[in-house]
């Protein structure tokens, strides 16, 4: 029961974290236009070793620092994004605006994200089916 219970915590804080990339890649898109708006997106990977207190050697996005939050903690809706650990996204080109906004990379993290919270969910609910599977009763079937 042990094993499932860390299972769902692991996912469900996954989720969480999917969420919330989201979230910052829908503001990215939405400020493609604003003069000199700074893109920001999450290393996901790190924040989700801090998120379930996993330690890992280095991070896999290259060029940014480690992330700022607690171990065991996702900070959403905090309002600061020194607490998220957002970076800057590096600009793939320069622009007379200063807006740092690749449309063609937001949509493909967009895509690549949205396609991996699927996932995730998926996953969670094969584990509760297979959780309500264990319980049943031989002659339920």
Do not use: C, H, W
């Amino acid at each position: 029961m042990n094993r499932m219970t860390n299972s769902l915590d692991f996912q469900a804080q996954a989720l969480t974290l999917r969420a919330e990339r989201q979230r910052i890649i829908a503001g990215n898109i939405a400020n493609a236009d604003t003069p000199g708006y700074v893109a920001r997106d999450m290393d996901f990977a790190a924040a989700l070793r801090e998120a379930t207190g996993t330690q890992a050697a280095g991070s896999t996005m290259t060029g940014m620092g480690q992330m700022g939050t607690s171990s065991g903690q996702i900070p959403i809706g905090t309002g600061s994004t020194a607490e998220l650990g957002l970076k800057y996204a590096a600009p793939s080109q320069t622009s007379l605006d200063s807006n740092t906004v690749d449309m063609d990379r937001e949509r493909a993290s967009f895509v690549e994200n949205s396609v991996k919270y699927e996932a995730t969910l998926r996953f969670i609910n094969t584990d509760v089916r297979t959780m309500l599977d264990a319980m049943k009763s031989p002659s339920q079937g």
